[in-house]
């Protein structure tokens, strides 16, 4: 039964498109010019939906009552969703393009989609996020849910003040992101850095429940999720007495410096003389220390290497030594401070060696330098000899 | 001791039954016997200390030779390879580095001496003009070598250089695009400046050289007396080339080796980043001996610039002909002295100028900003 | 040669010892010129090579970590016949991949990225695949060329 429905809208829309193809897309523009105008960019207008395939009416009619044909209609903001999904959940039409069909259902299980269902018109539809004419493929970076562009997309909303008031939400999510790890990342380039939707969904839409945060990050940082999963707090987590992840590193905040997340720790293990206070304390130092080394290592590698000293194997070891370092970060969530110190010494050993090596070619560098002693002291001996005997030769002839 | 002499007697009666060894032993006594002018000093050993740094770049030269590959995917790791890990490579690819700088420089004062003891007038005008040709060469050896490590400044300090070239009305892209063997610094470039750097200049330079020290040596050095009045130097005051002269120049020599190999081991020669055809560096400027005419080619409109700029070579080129007073005491040509001094003058502004156009400098802590022309401005928050 | 015996030597001398700076002057600038000249570790010209032993002492769907020329290198012996290597530096933030047996996969241990068994990203954030080296079996040694 289903398949005989799908068919026949298929062949509806097939028709159609057949239709389109074959009429001057002009008709409608010669009108409504203002609608048209993004249309010239628009994967829909390439792939021959035009403007009739949502708004109906007949793009061959040159007048307009013909053409409106009792038809032509604005599309309601709550009818948007189900129109989009005609196509959009055809299993058919969007097998060749490799496009997901679950969007629609994704939608209405979406705090989006549940509240426009009750009816709530200030939610955000296919529409708000995708634009409704001129339409882009996500991949194209001047599409608004291009991961760069998705943060700014989300933010139109989410970051009004008004409109977040009046639905009981806060309206600093953006801003925060703003200042996060994640938001650098994205600026620098990195297209694979989470954004908004990373972590809420994108059709499905909806913030994580706390037993699903360590999940939700999890995604990205497997060994921290690993690592956690083996903690005290995780065991809190599960009674629902921690909040995972973002008790420490905030949900849009990520906060990752470590003075930032040692007020975290704080805030319950303030005491003095908490055990637990002791040890925090000590892994913050262990690591502390690991990085000052590494960036030592870092920076004398670089001075010698401008002054001219070939570095290249050092270069390599410090690499190495990168790996380990960046090792203790999802270390330190084993709350163990003998792993950490562990994978602490992993990697000093490592730099020890690199400082090894640079103090020999630092060594053969004086000798270089030294060298130049002795080389003046010959040449200038030399000089003498030469000057004496042109002294005595001139005597004789004289 | 008489082993050796009876050594030497045989090679001497062996070569002599074959060669005319008289004739031969006559001319290489009257040539090391030659006297010099009394005026002869420190001063005149400059030519001869870039005839040292000549056998000097040509000696390491053949050494780098032997590791070096000009092709892009391997010239910059051989040049890495020659520095780092071949025994002794920094040392000669730095001799070869400054070698280079302290050639142009040493010539510079070999120039200089001669313009300011009128060294070039009749009958020497031959050994100016072969000795400005050999001066282009050099500077030709420095512009073609600077290429050959394939770093991003001497990728993009020869694409500078060679869109100079280009600029050139109807013949220049023509030029260019030989000059190249292509339409950008790539490959074919490094092959063809590698040729030019190891095998073409060499032999010219030799062959000038050459040409050079003959009509030095046959009609001797430059006296301080006018024109057609030359006394040729006889008697006790003169000096003669051997051994007096020769000691000399051993001191001077023996000094100016230890001050070249204090600076290659102190200036190592960096050899930076690897060329990268996709990413200019900033402020990238021609080699110093460049910068000059670089600099006064900013002034003039393309066409006229290139006009004007082959004006100063022909004038040092064709000096002989022009200056005809016969005087060679710098007090009675004044004319030509204070003429000269202030190209001279000129030449090192325009170097100054150069160097820090389009850069921002702090002097007394204050910010200037340099623009294209060399004009410094106050740097706008500096003035704020 | 001049008649006063006492004059001679002390010319002779003086020259002697110049001779002898010559000498050495000429031995000091030698000795760094054949030292050059002798062969070092690796040549310039041919594109060096690193060995990751003998084949046989390679298990099947195992992988091992080199360092040639001062750049880590993983080679991975995918079946009986066939290895790959690749530079382990992970192109999302510069970590050190690692082979998986398990799984058949490279994986970053920093950001959970996955590269399948041609150095193509596959999962997580690596935006490129790892850049490959070519491998061969030489006289029974499996031979890196970088």
Same mark, same amino acid.
């Given at each position: 039964m289903t398949l005989r429905v799908s068919w026949v809208v298929t062949s509806i829309v097939l028709s159609v498109c057949a239709a389109v193809a074959e009429t001057p897309p002009d008709a409608c523009v010669k009108c409504h010019e203002k609608e048209a105008a993004p249309e010239h960019v628009s994967v829909h207008f390439r792939e021959q939906v035009t403007c009739v395939s949502c708004h109906g009416g007949? =793009?061959?009619?040159?007048?307009?009552?013909?053409?409106?044909?009792?038809?032509?209609?604005?599309?309601?903001?709550?009818?948007? &969703?189900?129109?989009?999904?005609? /196509?959009?959940?055809?299993?058919?039409?969007?097998? &060749?393009?490799?496009?997901?069909?679950?969007?629609?259902?994704?939608?209405? +299980?979406?705090?989006?989609?549940?509240?426009?269902?009750?009816?709530?018109?200030?939610?955000?539809? /296919?529409?708000? /996020?995708?634009?409704?004419?001129?339409?882009?493929k996500v991949k194209d970076p001047e599409s608004p849910?291009?991961?760069?562009?998705?943060?700014? +997309? /989300?933010?139109?909303?989410?970051?009004?003040?008004?409109?977040?008031?009046?639905? !009981?939400?806060? =309206?600093?999510?953006?801003?925060?992101? !703003?200042? =996060?790890v994640h938001a650098k990342l994205l600026e620098k380039g990195d297209l694979s850095a989470p954004t908004c939707i990373t972590c809420h969904g994108n059709h499905g839409a909806t913030p994580p429940g706390v037993r699903d945060i360590i999940h939700v990050c999890g995604k990205c940082h497997v060994k921290e999720q690993e690592l956690f999963s083996q903690t005290k707090h995780f065991a809190l987590t599960e009674k629902g007495e921690f909040q995972s992840c973002v008790t420490c590193h905030r949900?849009?905040?990520?906060?990752?410096?470590?003075?930032?997340?040692?007020?975290?720790?704080?805030?319950?293990?303030?005491?003095?003389?908490?055990?637990?206070?002791?040890?925090?304390t000590s892994i913050f130092a262990t690591i502390r220390g690991a990085e000052a080394l590494f960036q030592g290592a870092k920076d004398r590698v670089q001075r010698l290497g401008h002054a001219g000293i070939p570095v290249d194997e050092e270069e390599a070891l410090l690499e190495e030594a990168k790996t380990g370092v960046l090792r203790l970060a999802p270390m330190q969530h084993t709350l163990d401070e003998s792993k950490v110190l562990a994978t602490a010494q992993e990697a000093e050993a490592t730099i020890s060696e690199i400082n090894r090596r640079l103090d020999g070619k630092e060594r053969a560098e004086s000798w270089k330098k030294k060298s130049i002693l002795p080389i003046w002291g010959f040449l200038l001996g030399m000089a003498g000899l030469f000057w004496l005997k042109l002294g005595r030769i001139k005597k004789e002839a004289a | 001791m008489s082993v050796t002499r009876n050594l030497v007697t045989f090679v001497r009666r062996w070569l002599g039954e074959?060669?005319?060894?008289?004739? *031969?032993?006559?001319?290489?006594?009257?040539?090391?016997?030659?006297?010099?002018?009394?005026?002869?000093?420190?001063?005149?050993?400059?030519?001869?200390?870039?005839?040292?740094?000549?056998?000097?770049? *040509?000696?390491?030269?053949?050494?780098?030779?032997?590791?070096?590959?000009?092709?892009?995917?391997?010239?910059?790791?051989?040049?890495?390879? *020659?520095?780092?890990k071949a025994a002794f490579g920094w040392f000669i690819r730095g001799l070869h580095a400054w070698g280079s700088t302290l050639m142009i420089i040493m010539l510079l004062l070999h120039v200089a001496r001669t313009f300011l003891m009128a060294a070039y007038k009749k009958p020497r005008e031959l050994t100016w003009v072969i000795g400005v040709l050999l001066f282009g060469a050099v500077v030709t050896f420095?512009?073609?070598g600077y290429l050959l490590p394939w770093t991003q400044v001497s990728y993009w300090g020869t694409t500078i250089g060679t869109e100079v070239a280009g600029s050139v009305p109807l013949v220049g892209p023509f030029a260019k695009r030989l000059l190249l063997g292509g339409d950008a610094v790539s490959g074919e470039t490094l092959s063809r400046f590698y040729v030019v750097h190891v095998i073409v200049l060499p032999w010219v330079v030799v062959f000038l050289t050459a040409v050079h020290i003959v009509l030095m040596r046959t009609q001797g050095l430059a006296t301080m007396d006018p024109v057609g009045k030359e006394v040729i130097p006889e008697g006790k005051s003169v000096i003669p080339f051997w051994p007096h002269h020769v000691l000399k120049e051993m001191v001077v020599f023996?000094?100016?080796?230890?001050?070249?190999?204090?600076?290659?081991?102190?200036?190592?020669?960096?050899?930076?980043?690897?060329?990268?055809?996709?990413?200019?560096?900033?402020?990238?400027?021609?080699?110093?001996?460049i910068l000059p005419g670089y600099q006064f080619l900013k002034y003039f409109p393309k066409m006229l610039g290139l006009a004007v700029s082959t004006i100063p070579p022909l004038l040092v080129l064709l000096l002989p002909f022009l200056d005809r007073n016969p005087e060679r005491r710098a007090r009675k040509r004044p004319v030509c002295i204070t003429v000269g001094v202030m190209a001279m003058a000129a030449t090192v502004l325009l170097g100054i100028a150069g160097h820090f156009s389009e850069r921002s400098v702090r002097i007394f802590g204050r910010a200037y900003q340099f623009d294209h022309f060399g004009i410094p401005h106050r740097s706008p928050e500096a003035a704020r | 040669m001049s008649d006063d015996p006492v004059k001679t030597d002390r010319r002779t001398f003086l020259d002697m010892v110049i001779f002898g700076g010559l000498a050495a002057w000429g031995t000091?600038?030698?000795?760094? @010129?054949?030292?050059?000249?002798?062969?070092?570790?690796?040549?310039?010209?041919?594109?060096?090579?690193?060995?990751?032993?003998?084949?046989?002492?390679?298990?099947?769907? @195992?992988?091992?970590?080199?360092?040639?020329?001062?750049?880590?290198?993983?080679? #991975?012996?995918?079946?009986?016949?066939?290895?790959?290597?690749?530079?382990? #530096?992970?192109?999302?933030?510069?970590?050190?991949?690692?082979?998986?047996?398990? @799984?058949? @996969? #490279?994986v970053c241990p920093c950001h959970a990225g996955i590269f399948d068994l041609e150095g193509k990203n596959v999962s997580g954030p690596p935006p490129r695949p790892l850049p490959p080296y070519s491998v061969a079996v030489v006289e029974g040694e499996v031979v890196v060329k970088l």
């Open positions: 007949d =793009s061959a009619a040159t007048e307009k009552e013909k053409s409106h044909a009792g038809q032509v209609r604005k599309i309601a903001r709550a009818e948007v &969703p189900a129109l989009c999904a005609k /196509c959009h959940s055809d299993v058919r039409l969007m097998n &060749p393009y490799g496009i997901a069909t679950d969007q629609f259902a994704q939608y209405q +299980t979406s705090r989006h989609g549940l509240k426009l269902a009750e009816g709530d018109q200030d939610v955000a539809t /296919c529409a708000d /996020c995708h634009g409704a004419h001129g339409i882009r849910v291009f991961p760069k562009n998705v943060p700014a +997309t /989300c933010a139109r909303c989410h970051a009004d003040a008004d409109l977040m008031k009046r639905h !009981g939400l806060k =309206s600093n999510a953006p801003k925060d992101y !703003g200042e =996060s949900n849009h905040l990520i906060r990752t410096k470590q003075e930032d997340i040692r007020k975290s720790c704080k805030l319950c293990h303030g005491d003095e003389t908490d055990p637990a206070r002791i040890r925090f | 074959r060669l005319p060894m008289d004739d *031969i032993e006559h001319f290489v006594a009257k040539q090391a016997g030659k006297p010099l002018p009394p005026h002869v000093s420190w001063f005149h050993t400059f030519g001869s200390l870039s005839l040292f740094l000549l056998g000097n770049q *040509i000696v390491t030269g053949i050494l780098l030779m032997v590791y070096y590959r000009p092709t892009p995917e391997r010239a910059y790791e051989s040049v890495h390879f *020659i520095s780092t420095g512009f073609t023996s000094v100016f080796l230890a001050i070249m190999a204090t600076m290659v081991i102190l200036l190592p020669q960096e050899l930076g980043a690897k060329a990268d055809p996709l990413v200019t560096p900033a402020a990238i400027k021609p080699e110093w001996y | 000091a600038m030698a000795v760094p @010129t054949v030292a050059y000249l002798w062969p070092a570790r690796s040549g310039s010209g041919k594109a060096a090579s690193v060995s990751a032993g003998p084949a046989k002492d390679f298990a099947v769907g @195992t992988a091992k970590m080199l360092q040639a020329e001062g750049k880590p290198v993983i080679v #991975i012996r995918v079946s009986e016949e066939l290895f790959r290597a690749f530079s382990p #530096i992970c192109s999302h933030l510069g970590c050190l991949v690692k082979w998986e047996a398990e @799984t058949r @996969t #490279i």
